[in-house]
């Protein structure tokens, strides 16, 4: 992704992304170079790894989001709240399943990761903002109940962000896939509303970054995923 530090003179977005942990969960670090705030998405492990890239670009954390509360998601949070003082964000609709860590973590066979502390629930139509950005929450209910995607909408006003725009959207949408809704509190009905509703229907350029794996594009999902021509199919 962009290189940041190098390329002040452009002020381009600052969009770090760094598979973390056993799962190789897609953790974001979203920066704004002039005023060096940044948003965190998705810190599922490793904390020390994504304080030292916030580090190497003198970002300053104003608000830890998590896309939904499996433990690949949410495993960092603790950790990267007490080194950054950052308010801790997700839906309040996933708290029984953040609550259950100890039993994700039984499942997948790792050590329970001490919870932080949730400074606010987000939801639907919430907007974040930090720098010069905004993110836009989408409530996208199906992986699990309490998912959510992040939009930064193109603002083709400000040079600075006169690029597509970009989804985060967590384990709802994958590159050719979808979320799987076998885990507690999926819903493959919910899930296939959640993409045609709500993700759907943003720009063919926007950017996907999905919660595993490679980045795609709206345009591509909308005419290639054959996951979202199928209803019922809906297993990842
Ligand atoms: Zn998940
Ligand atoms: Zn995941």
């Not at 940041?4 to 974001?28: D, R, W, Y």
């Not at 830890?64 to 950054?84: E, F, N």
């Not at 992040?150 to 949408?173: I, V």
Request: charged share 20%.
């Amino acid at each position: 992704m962009a290189d940041p530090t190098s390329n002040f003179a452009s002020k381009k977005i600052i969009h770090e992304i760094l598979p973390v942990g056993m799962l190789q969960c897609n953790c974001s670090i979203i920066g704004d170079p002039e005023t060096r705030e940044a948003l965190v998405v998705d810190p599922g492990d490793e904390a020390g790894r994504i304080l030292e890239l916030l580090a190497k670009h003198a970002l300053t954390v104003k608000a830890i989001v998590s896309t939904h509360a499996h433990i690949d998601h949410v495993g960092g949070l603790r950790k990267m709240q007490q080194a950054t003082g950052a308010p801790v964000l997700m839906h309040g609709d996933d708290m029984e399943l953040y609550r259950h860590l100890d039993v994700q973590a039984a499942w997948i066979g790792m050590r329970t990761p001490d919870p932080a502390s949730v400074d606010k629930f987000l939801r639907e139509g919430d907007t974040l903002r930090w720098g010069r950005f905004e993110a836009n929450v989408l409530h996208t209910p199906g992986h699990t109940p309490g998912s959510i995607s992040l939009y930064l909408a193109s603002q083709p006003q400000t040079k600075f962000l006169a690029e597509a725009g970009k989804l985060l959207a967590g384990d709802t949408l994958f590159a050719g896939s979808i979320g799987r809704t076998d885990l507690w509190g999926g819903s493959s009905e919910q899930i296939l509303r959640s993409i045609h509703q709500k993700l759907l229907i943003l720009p063919d350029e926007t950017i996907v970054y999905p919660g595993h794996g490679a980045a795609t594009t709206i345009g591509e999902e909308r005419a290639g995923n054959p996951f979202l021509e199928l209803p019922r199919h809906s297993q990842r």
